[in-house]
Structure formats: C-alpha cells, structure tokens
C-alpha cells in the first residue's frame, strides 16, 4: 500500500534560513510524489510533482525537491525562508493504480522567525 | 481560466440535518476527486469520479453520504441526518483526465461545522 510520512508536524526556521521538510515514501511500485501548499482557510497549490524523469525537482516560489530512492525520500528544500513562506506543507503519493487519489501526509506546519 | 470553485465557503448545521456541499471543476477535466480534511484524520480521499461515473467510491464514511456528478461537470456531496464527526473541510479537486502524471488542482473548500 502507498503510504508518506512527514517527520515534523511543526518546523521552525529563521527567516534568511535553509528550510528543510521532510517526506518518506512507502509505495509497491515507482512513485509519483507531490508536495502542496495550503495558505489560510483556501485549498492546496502545487509546489512541485515528481513522476520519474528528474530526480531534482524545482518548484514554485523557490522550492525544489530531490527523489532518493535508496532513501525512500522527497524532502522539500528552500534555501533561504521568507515570512510568506509560513504555511502549511502536504506530501502526497498517487495510487499506483485505479483512480490515482493521492495519499497525503499529515502536514507539516512551518513558521518563519524574524 | 477559472479554478475549481467550492460553494458554501462555509455551512454550519445541526446535527441531523442533510447538508449538499457544490463542486464546479476546471472546464474540461474529466475527473474530480472528493476528499475530507478533518482535525483527527488529516487529509482523506472520499470519491472519485471520471466523466458522471464513480469508479472508486471507497473513502465515502458512511452511507449517509453520496455524491453525484451531472453533464461531467458540476459535482454535489450531500451528507444525510449530519453527525459532530462530520465537521471538516471538505475540498475538491479536479485533473484533466485522471491520469496517474496529472496534476489534481484543488478548490477552496467547505468548511461545516455540525452543532
């Protein structure tokens, strides 16, 4: 069964700071990962998708993500935060077959610091 | 273009009341999606429909509720006789074909709170 964990319900950082959030994958077949973001009482935007060309994926707003599969990973990195960069962050899997629903994470709150 | 579109933005109810919860997709994708963001159980796929068909009504909770989907278009959730552990965001989310490199895009949500 697919299945992401998200290490860290809540992150700090220092604004200027590496933002690093953490995904693990378990999948029977080659994934393909999502990350959203979900800004204050809206629904989620995709930051970036990984479906097997690159391994290093570059996102909106100055995200990027790197697929490892010996790591079982997707974390979501930025170099250098931003107070807008304050939201909260969903890993997602696809289902490997049917209908394709994601499988998301359970968020990952971020707050920037001044 | 537009996005997909959620009405109410939020519904309050009392508990045993039926509550319809409205999509409008993207113009032109196939498939929506329904899934439930609640406090206790994160983000939770609901239904899944492609064109009028729902191929994949798995996530549904409960048969107090349904969804249909109309002209492969506009999308109704009606919960029926609502209970407390309804209250949730309820999002929509619409791709254009379904394929598994699509990406799904997401509205707004309802948020309802069930007295």
């Known amino acids: 069964a697919q299945s992401v964990t998200q290490l860290g319900s809540h992150v700090s950082v220092s604004e200027g700071a590496l933002v690093l959030l953490r995904c693990n994958y378990s999948s029977s077949v080659p994934p393909y990962l999502f990350w959203y973001v979900q800004y204050p009482n809206q629904g989620l935007q995709l930051l970036l998708k990984?479906?097997?060309?690159?391994?290093l994926v570059k996102g909106i707003n100055g995200f990027e993500a790197e697929f490892k599969k010996s790591e079982t990973s997707f974390h979501l990195t930025k170099p250098s935060a931003h107070m807008s960069d304050a939201d909260e962050y969903f890993c997602a899997v696809s289902a490997p077959s049917g209908t394709y629903k994601y499988i998301f994470g359970t968020g990952t709150r971020l707050k920037v610091l001044a | 273009g537009a996005g997909v579109s959620q009405s109410p933005s939020n519904k309050v109810t009392e508990k045993g009341k039926d509550v319809e919860l409205r999509c409008d997709p993207i113009?032109?994708?196939?498939?929506l999606y329904w899934y439930r963001q609640s406090l206790g159980q994160g983000l939770e796929f609901l239904i899944y429909?492609?064109?009028?068909?729902?191929?994949?009504k798995s996530g549904l909770p409960s048969d107090r509720f349904s969804a249909e989907r109309t002209g492969g278009s506009v999308s109704t959730l009606t919960i029926q006789r609502t209970q407390q552990e309804d209250s949730a965001v309820y999002l929509c989310a619409s791709s254009f074909s379904g394929e598994r490199t699509d990406t799904q895009y997401f509205g707004p949500g309802t948020r309802l709170t069930v007295l």
């Open positions: 429909f492609q064109g009028n068909s729902a191929p994949d």
């Open positions: 113009s032109g994708h196939t498939a």
């Open positions: 990984y479906t097997s060309a690159a391994t």
